[in-house]
């Protein structure tokens, strides 16, 4: 697959204060990313890099094979949905598609246009007298029918009710089905969009904690669960990020996989195996990295 992306070093300093420590990744083409961690973990910081909006203090950052600061080419082939899009106070909804439809090579007007109907978004009212939720509506529609073959939204639904967010979701899938694109998506409701994530990026104080498919994290991220002295043996010298204990009982976070033969002696010696969910492990593998030092405090 190839990169869209590719980071190598990257560095964010203000002043003294570190906000991104040395990070590599790359980003695949046609690919929906998830951007997690905690607040302040540097996720807007590296987004606001990509869009060329931050210059790194140190590092290379290269978006499309190009250096993205002021370049034209780059920025064209890129949307960037933050959360609380400012908007100038006079422009109605339809300014903001009109303006959208000059920016983005992509833009499907007759999509937008559908996108606003079920988003039951009035064209005429100014953007500055929606409500939140609408406004987050207006940059998901911006966003989608963007098509942009790099499209990023920063915690997009600030104020969205659940139904909203949930048509924000099956669009995405469907549209992304259509038309595939480079969506990165930042979000605190990991449950919530761990389903359409095919790539995650766990971001924590600046690092890189995670950096995986998500499939693969379905096949290594489990809960063992049995008789305290039972599970502690099975579990040796395997990575154990969660620990807890009721009773004579455990229930244990493995995050290196299970052998079929793993799998197999768990049964026999009556260890129940459940798989985590994304947002369990997100909350476990942050908290395993700072106690035990990977991330610096
Ligand atoms: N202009 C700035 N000057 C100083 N520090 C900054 C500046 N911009 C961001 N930071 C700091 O950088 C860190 C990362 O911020 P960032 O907005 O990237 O986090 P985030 O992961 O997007 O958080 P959230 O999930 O809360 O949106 C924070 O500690 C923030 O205070």
């Known amino acids: 697959m190839e990169d869209i992306v590719e980071i190598r070093g990257l560095e964010k ?18 690919k929906i990313y998830g951007f997690l961690g905690r607040n ?34 780059v920025l064209s082939q890129i949307c960037f949905i933050k959360e609380s899009q400012k908007y100038p106070d006079v422009f109605k909804v339809k300014d903001v598609l009109d303006i959208s439809e000059s920016i983005f090579p992509n833009w499907d ?33 911006i966003g989608l029918a963007s098509r942009a073959p790099l499209t990023i939204f920063d915690e997009p639904y600030l104020g969205l009710d659940a139904v ?38 766990l971001i924590e104080q600046g690092e890189i904690l995670w950096d995986e498919d998500a499939e693969k994290l379905r096949g290594k991220a489990f809960k063992i669960i049995g008789d305290k002295a039972v599970v502690e043996a099975f579990a040796s010298g395997k990575e154990v990020i969660d620990r807890e204990t009721l009773g004579g009982m455990a229930s244990l976070t493995i995050s290196d996989g299970l052998s079929k033969e793993e799998r197999q002696k768990a049964e026999t010696v009556g260890i129940q195996i459940e798989p985590l969910s994304l947002q369990q492990f997100v909350v476990q593998l942050t908290q395993y990295k700072r106690n035990k030092g990977g991330v610096s405090s």
């Open 13 to 30: 300093s203000y002043r003294d204060v570190s906000v991104l420590k040395h990070i590599n990744c790359a980003i695949g083409a046609n």
């Open 40 to 73: 302040g973990a540097g996720k807007t910081t590296l987004m606001k890099m990509l869009c060329g909006q931050l210059l790194p203090t140190q590092g290379e950052l290269k978006v499309f094979g190009e250096k993205p600061y002021e370049n034209r080419r």
């Open 109 to 141: 007007k007759e999509y937008a246009y559908s996108l606003i109907e079920e988003f039951q978004l009035p064209l005429k009212r100014r953007v500055k007298a929606l409500s939140r939720g609408m406004t987050s509506s207006v940059g998901i529609v």
């Open 164 to 201: 909203a967010r949930s048509v924000f979701y099956d669009r995405l899938i469907e549209d992304y089905s259509e038309y595939p694109r480079t969506i990165v998506l930042s979000t605190h409701l990991i449950d919530e969009v761990s389903k359409i994530l095919e790539h995650v990026i």
